[in-house]
């Protein structure tokens, strides 16, 4: 059974800094692109940032450019998003998600396959 687990959300101010993880299992980890999403109230879900874990490659919103990174640790079968500089626009459910295909770091939402519960970040200004 795929699982897919993210933590790391919570309360932080304008400025601060967060890491959200997301655990994998139940798949091959390096047969997959492993995404975050996020969907702030009223809007629809965006893609924030994309790994292939296979070839390394990277995808990020122009919107979080510069203040996030994402970085996958095959051996854990664990994907990060270190997110610093935070924005009270930053605000949504962060969602992480896996697409079978191992390269390009495309995150067109409608190419993922499975997906976890969600963990909410919440920037105060």
């Known amino acids: 059974e795929v699982q897919l687990v993210e933590s790391g959300g919570g309360l932080v101010q304008a400025g601060g800094s967060l890491r959200l993880s997301c655990a994998a299992s139940?798949?091959?980890?390096?047969?997959?692109?492993i995404g975050w999403f996020r969907q702030a109230p009223g809007k629809e879900r965006e893609g924030v940032s994309c790994?292939?874990?296979?070839?390394?490659?990277?995808f990020y919103a122009d919107s979080v450019k510069g203040r996030f990174t994402i970085s996958s640790d095959n051996a854990k079968n664990t994907v990060y998003l270190q997110m610093n500089s935070l924005k009270p626009e930053d605000t949504a459910i962060y969602y992480c998600?896996?697409?079978?295909?191992?390269?390009?770091?495309?995150?067109?939402?409608?190419?993922?396959?499975?997906w976890g519960q969600g963990t909410q970040v919440t920037v105060s200004s």
């Open positions: 998600a896996a697409r079978l295909f191992p390269y390009g770091s495309s995150c067109h939402e409608a190419l993922y396959d499975y």
């Open positions: 790994i292939s874990s296979r070839d390394g490659s990277t």
């Open positions: 139940g798949f091959t980890f390096d047969d997959y692109t």
